[in-house]
């Protein structure tokens, strides 16, 4: 039971709940993450602190960037859990909308060639200007 509770809480943070939405998509590194959800890096890199302590994510790391994604061993209670919250979240229309500026991030990084944290502002300014328009 004590593990069920830890769960809900973990995924009681609406951040926590985005954030592995787009890890169930692909791998991610902090500075997309932070492009994406439009959230500073310390509330990025808390996050993924608990999903990983959780046993939900792994690391790897390039460079100086380190990428996230879904463990390939999660355990069946933490895969059941992935696949209630993707099933829940399939019509969430800020869900859908993180999965746009994902896509915007993935062809701007491929333009520039770059994934560090220049191409994030660079990225960002972008974003911003483009809602102030619309």
Do not use: H
């Not at 590194?29 to 993924?48: A, K, Y």
């Not at 500026?101 to 062809?107: F, G, P």
């Not at 491929?110 to 944290?117: A, S």
């Amino acid at each position: 039971m004590k593990n069920i509770a830890n769960i809900m809480k973990l995924f009681s943070d609406p951040a926590r709940l985005r954030i592995m939405m787009l890890l169930t998509r692909r791998e991610l590194c902090v500075c997309q993450i932070m492009g994406v959800l439009d959230i500073s890096q310390p509330l990025v890199s808390r996050n993924l602190s608990l999903l990983s302590r959780s046993g939900f994510l792994r690391e790897r790391k390039e460079g100086k960037l380190v990428f996230y994604s879904l463990r390939p061993d999660l355990s069946p209670l933490n895969l059941k859990v992935i696949g209630l919250l993707r099933d829940a979240l399939k019509s969430d229309t800020l869900v859908a909308e993180d999965l746009r500026s994902l896509k915007d991030c993935e062809e701007f990084q491929k333009k520039t060639g770059r994934c560090d944290m220049k191409t994030f502002f660079d990225f960002m300014d972008k974003k911003r200007k483009r809602s102030s328009r619309g």
